[in-house]
């Protein structure tokens, strides 16, 4: 028999899906007190909140008048009709979550507002409320939610133990606490009565306690902006990966949210500079208009659809690549920036008082100086030059790789300051191509491509998908021909492309949903990889003293695009150690 469920118990059925567990309970409460502009927010539970969840807050208050109505479904202060969604502001706006905790605990609010003489106290118990009764006056608001699902067995039987349930707790107030970085925060379990205070701090300060790092020295941030987008990244410098735990914790306006494309992004971001991206830990503070995104797709709302997803994505790439480069930079070429910091801008004090740079410099200038010699010359102001070297567009700055001879056929030996490179012939070549292709592309907006002069068929799943995408294929150098019985023929190709012309088409295929920019990465680095000459291949020298040449006159090139060194240096330093000259 089919029956129309009692409107009770529909709304019960509702309130599950806002309150799932307690750390949803405590999600939804937080972000009450948010939008109520605290400044301090204190949180009590017992039982991993099950039986006890109280949050205290220093914000406006509800007045005597409208605390019945907080507790109502559809009531919200917050959104008056459907256009205030592109100026939305505020966390809350569907006015469920009071509602919904009323009706599977027992709930009760005390609060007051700046201008009433006395306080409130307000009680739903399970879907019965109370009459609002006077109490005294306080700041701001305290909400007691007590036997949360109590009276839902069924319910009750899904959560999972204490042990887990406080877990989830804490991670909702972690990243809460992360977001909101300026204001003060605790959080008390009053059955072990552990606590953790919080005082307002800086966001690197705080993104050091959620890491469990100490150490601000190996953290590095990055702005970037773009129409009325902001981000600040914070992330762990890559040398430093293992020291700290993991992770990847992205806001948007101050709302934690979880999007699986913008974890791709920014490991997207890192490579070629690490060979360890599991290893990140890094935050990511969005600011953007909320007219570009759309928070009301998820029930708990940590998921939200960008409208030009494209741009953010591309925005935090480059601003974190723009730094990892810059830093990279200072590892690789430390000495030669160094010598010529010293001669154009005596003021780096960072370089005297740091001991083990200052040997480097001294070590340096009683060495002979090429490099001290062109910048003396050189016609470039002091910014400008100084500009280009983080850049790297000086190729005359850095002294010239002497090659000195190819090991197996595999390993390419030189010298260049005092200083031994075994280059790793693949990843060098592959490196280097990568990067100028990455390069030809940003100019031409296409890659060089090649008739082939003979057709190639290839297997392909989805091959009609992909021949969809007829202008992407073509800027990265294809042409192909479906056939009516679903074969596929490349009939044009990359121009420097010698193999591997399926793999790079499966490569296409696999990434054709991701935003274009990390998509061109990914395709180039491919056509890069199917390119490179490789281990055993012979080749002549006129070619390895370009690619050094290259090497030498591109920036941060330490590693090829799939993240494995390009070279290993060996100092003299290191060479004396192992001869055992010094100790
Ligand atoms: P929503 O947050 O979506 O508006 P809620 O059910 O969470 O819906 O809250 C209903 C209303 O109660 C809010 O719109 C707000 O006006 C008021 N309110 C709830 N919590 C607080 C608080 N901590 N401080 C001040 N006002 C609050
Ligand atoms: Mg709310």
Redesign the pocket.
């Known amino acids: 028999m089919i029956r129309k469920l009692p409107p009770h118990i529909v709304h019960q059925i509702a309130a599950g899906e806002v309150v799932e567990r307690p750390a949803s309970a405590l999600k939804?409460?937080i972000?009450?007190?948010l939008?109520?502009q605290?400044k301090k927010i204190s949180i009590e539970y017992s039982e991993g909140g099950l039986h006890r969840l109280q949050?205290d807050?220093d914000?406006?208050?509800?007045s005597a008048s409208?605390l019945p109505?907080?507790?109502e479904a559809h009531?919200?202060?917050?959104?008056r009709d459907f256009d205030d969604f592109m100026t939305l502001k505020?966390?809350?706006?569907?006015?469920?979550?009071?509602?919904?905790?009323g009706s599977v605990s027992d709930l009760q609010?005390w609060?007051s507002t700046a201008d009433e003489t006395l306080g409130s106290l307000g009680r739903v118990n399970y879907g019965v409320s109370d009459a609002v009764k006077p109490t005294d006056k306080r700041l701001?608001?305290q909400?007691l939610v007590t036997d949360l699902f109590a009276r839902h067995p069924a319910r009750l039987k899904f959560m999972k133990s204490v042990r887990s349930e406080t877990q989830a707790l804490q991670q909702v107030f972690r990243r809460y606490a992360l977001a909101m970085p300026e204001m003060a925060w605790a959080i008390l379990d009053q059955q072990s009565q552990k606590e953790i205070r919080l005082s307002p701090s800086s966001r690197l300060d705080r993104t050091l306690w959620f890491f469990d790092g100490e150490d601000s020295e190996q953290w590095f941030s990055a702005n970037g902006e773009e129409d009325l987008i902001h981000v600040e990244v914070l992330a762990l410098k890559p040398k430093h990966f293992g020291k700290v735990r993991s992770g990847l914790q992205f806001f948007l306006n101050g709302r934690p949210i979880r999007d699986s494309s913008l974890e791709f992004s920014l490991r997207r971001a890192y490579e070629g500079f690490t060979l360890e991206p599991r290893s990140l830990a890094a935050v990511v503070y969005i600011q953007a208009p909320p007219s570009i995104f759309d928070v009301n797709v998820h029930p708990m709302k940590s998921e939200v659809r960008f409208l030009n997803a494209d741009k953010i994505f591309s925005l935090i790439v480059r601003t974190v690549r723009d730094s990892l480069q810059s830093l990279h930079l200072e590892g690789v070429f430390e000495p030669v920036l160094s010598r010529s910091f010293a001669i154009d801008s005596p003021p780096r004090v960072e370089a005297a008082t740091d001991l083990s740079r200052a040997v480097t410099v001294a070590e340096q200038l009683v060495q002979p100086m090429p490099v001290a010699r062109s910048l003396e010359n050189s016609s470039l102001p002091h910014h400008q030059s100084r500009e280009g070297l983080q850049l790297g567009l000086i190729p005359d700055l850095v002294s010239k790789f002497k090659f000195l001879g190819s090991l197996d056929h595999t390993y390419i030996v030189a010298e260049r300051d005092q200083a031994l490179y075994l280059f790793d012939q693949h990843a060098l070549h592959e490196r280097v191509l990568y990067e100028e292709l990455l390069q030809f592309y940003k100019d031409q907006k296409s890659i060089p491509s090649q008739r082939l002069l003979f057709p190639i068929p290839v297997l392909l799943q989805n091959a009609e998908k992909l021949v969809e995408h007829e202008e992407v294929l073509e800027s990265l150098g294809f042409e192909m021909r479906l056939w009516n019985d679903g074969k596929v023929q490349i009939v044009a190709a990359p121009a420097i492309l010698k193999r591997g012309y399926d793999l790079v088409l499966h490569k296409l295929a696999e990434c054709r949903e991701l935003p274009i920019e990390t998509l061109t990465r990914e395709v180039l680095s491919t056509v890069a990889c199917h390119s490179a000459v490789r281990a055993h291949d012979r080749v002549c020298d006129a070619e390895v003293e370009r690619l050094l040449k290259s090497f030498s006159s591109q920036d941060a090139l330490g590693h090829c695009p799939h993240g494995r060194p390009t070279f290993i240096r060996f100092e003299v330093r290191d060479l004396e150690k192992q001869f055992q000259r010094v100790v």
Do not use: M, P, Q
């Not at 009531?75 to 959104?79: E, P, R």
């Not at 505020?90 to 905790?101: H, P, V």
């Open positions: 939804e409460l972000e009450n007190a939008d109520a605290a949050i807050d914000g406006h208050g509800i409208e109505l907080a507790f009531a919200t202060s917050k959104l505020s966390y809350g706006f569907r006015g469920e979550a009071l509602s919904a905790l609010i609060t701001g608001t909400v």
